[in-house]
């Protein structure tokens, strides 16, 4: 065989593996980029459903909360508005066992759900649980009341999120249309709201949610009694007295 074309056979030899790691690697390539590219969806809906698993559970947490609330629960509810943000810090005291700490045994006079500003320019959900009462209730005598005390215990519910902003309702006020007054403040001690409304941006992205909670009227035990003994009372004093006997003579 002559050289020249053993020198162009091995040529071709040489440019056939040539193509054949260039294909190789074009198709690895793209294996390792749908690869990534499955990781990235997998990660990205992992993140979502926990997202969701914690935003359902944090409605279920205050549906619990205000259904289970004891009759002696009050409440108060004050906002601040700022350029960008609307924080809010709801008080409740007497809460009973509706916002008791997670598995210990503490029970809390007071408990404050705060709406706090973060560094990263989003809002943080902080509960605070109090050893001592922090409003003065109109049913309590002589109760003492400690507005300046430092929470016992505290847990961030949420962090990073875009809105949280409370309305409440007392069920009854409504406007000319018909609708219910919604309220940004409550500061009436004697009642308690019928109804919280919560609205809720998790992100920037994501639409506004809605949700209502029901906080069902319930006999106060203080108040209750309070009547029963006025008006056992009332009817002893109204009650006819026997005429006096006269002895026989």
Same mark, same amino acid.
């Given at each position: 065989?002559?050289?020249?074309?053993?020198?162009?056979?091995?040529?071709?030899?040489?440019?056939?593996?040539?193509?054949?790691?260039?294909?190789?690697?074009?198709?690895?390539?793209?294996?390792?980029?749908?690869?990534?590219?499955?990781?990235?969806?997998?990660?990205?809906?992992?993140?979502?459903?926990?997202?969701?698993?914690?935003?359902?559970?944090?409605?279920?947490?205050?549906?619990?909360?205000?259904?289970?609330?004891?009759?002696?629960?009050?409440?108060?509810?004050?906002?601040?508005?700022?350029?960008?943000?609307?924080?809010?810090?709801?008080?409740?005291?007497?809460?009973?066992?509706?916002?008791?700490?997670?598995?210990?045994?503490?029970?809390?006079?007071?408990?404050?759900?705060?709406?706090?500003?973060?560094?990263?320019?989003?809002?943080?959900?902080?509960?605070?649980?109090?050893?001592?009462?922090?409003?003065?209730?109109?049913?309590?005598?002589?109760?003492?009341?400690?507005?300046?005390?430092?929470?016992?215990?505290?847990?961030?519910?949420?962090?990073?999120?875009?809105?949280?902003?409370?309305?409440?309702?007392?069920?009854?006020?409504?406007?000319?249309?018909? !609708?219910?007054?919604?309220?940004?403040? @409550? $500061?009436?001690?004697?009642? /308690? %709201?019928?109804?919280?409304? #919560? &609205?809720?941006?998790?992100?920037?992205?994501? !639409?506004?949610?809605?949700?209502?909670? @029901? $906080?069902?009227?319930?006999? /106060? %035990?203080?108040?209750?009694? #309070? &009547?029963?003994?006025?008006?056992?009372?009332?009817?002893?004093?109204?009650?006819?007295?026997?005429?006096?006997?006269?002895?026989?003579?």
């Amino acid at each position: 065989m002559p050289a020249n074309r053993k020198s162009l056979q091995s040529g071709y030899l040489l440019l056939e593996a040539c193509l054949g790691l260039a294909i190789t690697a074009l198709i690895l390539t793209s294996v390792f980029k749908i690869m990534d590219w499955n990781l990235r969806v997998s990660q990205t809906s992992i993140e979502d459903a926990n997202s969701h698993i914690k935003e359902e559970a944090l409605f279920a947490f205050f549906d619990r909360a205000f259904l289970e609330m004891s009759g002696d629960a009050i409440i108060e509810l004050n906002f601040t508005e700022t350029s960008k943000f609307y924080l809010s810090e709801m008080t409740i005291q007497n809460s009973g066992e509706s916002f008791s700490w997670p598995n210990q045994p503490f029970n809390s006079k007071a408990v404050k759900i705060i709406t706090r500003p973060n560094s990263r320019n989003h809002l943080d959900i902080v509960l605070e649980y109090y050893s001592e009462n922090l409003l003065s209730s109109p049913f309590e005598r002589n109760a003492t009341v400690l507005s300046d005390q430092n929470p016992v215990q505290s847990i961030i519910l949420l962090e990073n999120i875009a809105r949280f902003e409370w309305q409440v309702w007392n069920g009854q006020n409504t406007n000319n249309d018909g !609708e219910p007054e919604w309220e940004y403040e @409550w $500061n009436d001690l004697r009642q /308690n %709201p019928r109804y919280f409304e #919560l &609205n809720t941006k998790f992100t920037l992205e994501r !639409e506004e949610v809605i949700h209502t909670f @029901w $906080n069902p009227r319930k006999i /106060n %035990p203080s108040s209750y009694f #309070l &009547n029963f003994t006025n008006n056992a009372s009332r009817n002893s004093q109204q009650a006819p007295q026997p005429a006096p006997q006269v002895a026989p003579q």
